[in-house]
């Protein structure tokens, strides 16, 4: 619990930040989410951005995303390990997603979600952890989430705030109290 | 020259991209800029983004930023060696810059640079490069130049489209021929 706390005072609370600030010691959280390891390096909710986002996600093997789309932009660095990216090409022109392609994804590679199109990344690795920067647009973020990939894209479920951002819109209620 | 135009196809060029792209040796450029090599992970001019752009750069021992101000939001991430971040935090009100805060940053740092607020990013360090990973919002990247800290911000000059996006539009003027 301890840990949980210094994780949202240290992720959701924009005063007395210091400017430059290091990540080594950065407490993260699975924010509810097995085998997930998530930081918010530069947040809305928790930092005040108003135009960009970026996380940092490690994934325990066998461990994932949700399949899910948004509208915003998003760009994916691939810091450690390796993983299947799961990508629906045919954005919401179909009733469902199609069946979608494998990507396979490693270390020092780079890739972009287009708006709108479901997608999945997965730790498919049996040993390694999978390390991601991520950077998204038009934050928070607001995501539909599909339970798979025949689901209707009217039937995936809004899930806003998202995890971390959940946490924090809490934390940061309570410590108005 | 060889290795030029392959760099200039590898960060314009959207036709023929592959959607996983391997970072390790994708070719670099100075852009005229002494100590520097950048790379466009992710932009506008060169890969249709629309919303938020991501860059690679490596500074040599002793180069570093022109000092410069932006109305985008702007993240980094050091991800190897160290330096100093000099920011004026008086904004546009007054005159000219203030007398930079002068900020160390190392590896596994991350800060961002409040918009307006002229900036600039030096390698400090005698030995070792710094690599910075850069993301900006409201891409392709509008820069007002300063040529000292005391230069009025009216007198700043904007350098429009900037280094690597002038390249792009360049090759791309070029392909269309
Ligand atoms: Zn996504
Ligand atoms: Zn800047």
């Given at each position: 619990v301890a840990s949980q706390v210094s994780a949202s005072w240290y992720s959701?609370?924009?005063?007395?930040?210091?400017l430059v600030r290091n990540l080594t010691n950065a407490p993260q959280s699975n924010y509810g989410r097995g085998g997930l390891s998530h930081l918010?390096?530069?947040?809305?909710?928790?930092?005040?951005?108003?135009?960009v986002e970026v996380w940092i996600q490690t994934m325990a093997p066998g461990s994932g995303t949700p399949i899910h789309r948004h509208s915003c932009e998003e760009v994916f660095v691939v810091l450690k390990g390796s993983g299947t990216l799961l990508l629906s090409t045919?954005?919401?022109?179909?009733r469902h997603p199609d069946e979608p392609h494998n990507f396979p994804i490693s270390m020092n590679t780079t890739f972009t979600i287009p708006p709108d199109e479901p997608h999945q990344i997965l730790?498919?690795?049996?040993h390694d952890d999978l390390q991601l920067l991520v950077v998204i647009s038009q934050p928070p973020i607001k995501v539909f989430i599909y339970d798979?990939?025949?689901?209707?894209h009217t039937a995936a479920r809004l899930k806003y705030p998202y995890y971390w951002d959940e946490e924090c819109f809490q934390y940061n209620a309570k410590d108005e109290l």
């Amino acid at each position: 619990v301890a840990s949980q706390v210094s994780a949202s005072w240290y992720s959701c609370s924009i005063k007395g930040l210091p400017l430059v600030r290091n990540l080594t010691n950065a407490p993260q959280s699975n924010y509810g989410r097995g085998g997930l390891s998530h930081l918010t390096i530069a947040g809305a909710v928790s930092h005040g951005m108003k135009e960009v986002e970026v996380w940092i996600q490690t994934m325990a093997p066998g461990s994932g995303t949700p399949i899910h789309r948004h509208s915003c932009e998003e760009v994916f660095v691939v810091l450690k390990g390796s993983g299947t990216l799961l990508l629906s090409t045919t954005s919401m022109k179909t009733r469902h997603p199609d069946e979608p392609h494998n990507f396979p994804i490693s270390m020092n590679t780079t890739f972009t979600i287009p708006p709108d199109e479901p997608h999945q990344i997965l730790n498919s690795d049996e040993h390694d952890d999978l390390q991601l920067l991520v950077v998204i647009s038009q934050p928070p973020i607001k995501v539909f989430i599909y339970d798979d990939w025949s689901m209707p894209h009217t039937a995936a479920r809004l899930k806003y705030p998202y995890y971390w951002d959940e946490e924090c819109f809490q934390y940061n209620a309570k410590d108005e109290l």
